[in-house]
T-cell receptor
């Protein structure tokens, strides 16, 4: 079983809609959770971090964490074409970081 | 601002060549990592280092070695390049987030290596 699982997509949403990205993880001892955005040919950049159950909002982005269900999600409100990218879910467990394979998002103008 | 640089953005090498990929960070971070990223396989950890001259194997160390003689520099070495090592190579450091106790990873721009 992989440490972090994501639906690879592709996910397509119209401009202005809400994009919902999901991630599950296997280690209940995981403490920190992250979402990275990666444009084609570029390296991942951190967009959200969350450590406590519940929601964390930053501009158009909301991260949601449910430790009981071992589930992390990212909502992107008012999606823009510039949000088109691959989104990586990452989990910090002990000394290591584990990454999902990413969900490809396309926002259609 | 955190800055992580990698020696090359694109590199073309021949099978059997010895290849050096360099990563330099300017933030005095102790932990540095080398990943490779392939379509459908995601990011896979090759090696990491938590201090000068210290190294630990990641998930896929075979065919690679590393060197960390100075804190700011972490080198990945492909002893004898093979075509299955064609990939995007990403260096990262581990750094604290605002608020203190949590850390995350910051990536360099990546090196796209093609082995012919």
């Amino acid at each position: 079983q992989k440490e972090v699982e994501q639906n690879s997509g592709p996910l397509s949403v119209p401009e202005g809609a809400i994009a919902s990205l999901n991630c599950t993880y296997s280690d209940r001892g995981s403490q920190s959770f992250f979402w990275y955005r990666q444009y084609s040919g570029k390296s991942p950049e951190l967009i959200m971090s969350i450590y406590s159950n519940g929601d964390k909002e930053d501009g158009r982005f909301t991260a949601q964490l449910n430790k009981a269900s071992q589930y992390v999600s990212l909502l992107i409100r008012d999606s823009q074409p510039s949000d088109s990218a691959t989104y990586l879910c990452a989990v910090n467990t002990g000394n290591q970081f584990y990454f999902g394979t990413g969900t490809s998002l396309t926002v259609i103008p | 601002d955190v800055k992580v640089t990698q020696s090359s953005r694109y590199l073309v090498k021949r099978t059997g060549e010895k290849v050096f990929l360099e990563c330099v960070q300017d933030m005095d971070h102790e932990n540095m990592f080398w990943y490779r990223q392939d379509p459908g396989l995601g990011l896979r950890l090759i090696y990491f280092s938590y201090d000068v001259k210290m190294k630990e194997k990641g998930d896929i160390p075979e065919g690679y070695s590393v060197s960390r003689e100075k804190k700011e520099r972490f080198s990945l070495i492909l002893e004898s390049a093979s075509t299955n090592q064609t990939s995007m190579y990403l260096c990262a450091t581990r750094f604290p987030l605002a608020g203190g106790w949590q850390e995350t990873q910051y990536f360099g721009p990546g090196t796209r290596l093609l082995v012919l």
